[in-house]
């Protein structure tokens, strides 16, 4: 199985803040490297798809970069709705597997 | 727009199995664009994938339930199902439906259904 290491699990931050996270795979993934956001009792969303494609909808104060084993989640300026977990995935092969999450809270 | 439902029972005993069905709305679950997959979450942990189940039948479970699990399709009532048989307390958590799209990517998800497996 590839393994999905984010860091940090967690950070304090402030509205406005650019915040930035990271995912390391085990094994090249080349760019099948996905960003969810998690809220406590709703579906979770897609914010980025192979790693850098923006998902319909999401606001684009969100972007994602890199490829082969190490990613980059980046909020530009964080908002009040952004506290949240996040979580990377990666479907380069099965079984599908996801980073542990990175919970932003605010400080 | 696809929307997926999660629904079963929330409380299973040990070494019985666990249930849930996903609807799908706003599309056909013979869409060959979409697999059709679970996922899980332990309370305080990471996610996890359990696997999917494409419109032609193709099926791929995570090694580590494999052979506790079962994921079908129903087209009569456009809707999926999972079975996880055996279960014990480490099977408790929230449970997620969701539609794998061709790079991988999962959306929609549905928002969840909590199973916790207790005596």
């Known amino acids: 199985d590839i393994q999905m290491t984010q860091s940090p699990s967690s950070l304090s931050a402030s509205v406005g803040d650019r915040v930035t996270i990271t995912c390391r795979a085990s094994q090249s993934i080349s760019t099948y490297l996905n960003w969810y956001q998690l809220k406590p009792g709703k579906a979770p969303k897609l914010l980025i798809y192979f790693a850098s494609g923006l998902q319909s909808g999401v606001p684009s104060r969100f972007s994602g970069s890199g490829s082969g084993t190490d990613f980059t989640l980046t909020i530009s300026s964080l908002q009040p709705e952004d506290f949240a977990t996040y979580s990377c995935q990666q479907s380069y092969s099965t079984p599908r597997t996801f980073g542990q999450g990175t919970k932003v809270e605010i400080k | 727009q696809l929307q997926l439902r999660e629904s079963g029972s929330g409380l299973v005993r040990p070494s019985q199995t666990l249930s849930l069905t996903c609807a799908v709305s706003?599309?056909?679950?013979?869409?060959?664009?979409?697999?059709w997959t679970w996922i899980r979450q332990p309370p305080g942990k990471g996610l996890e994938w359990i696997g999917y189940?494409?419109?032609?039948?193709?099926?791929n479970y995570n090694p580590s339930l494999k052979s506790r699990v079962t994921i079908s399709l129903d087209r009569s009532r456009n809707q999926f199902s999972l079975e996880l048989f055996s279960v014990t307390a480490a099977d408790t958590a929230v449970y997620f439906c969701a539609a794998e799209g061709g790079d991988g990517q999962l959306d929609p998800w549905g928002q969840g259904t909590l199973v916790t497996v207790s005596s």
């Open positions: 706003g599309g056909s679950i013979n869409n060959g664009a979409f697999t």
């Open positions: 189940m494409s419109r032609s039948g193709s099926i």
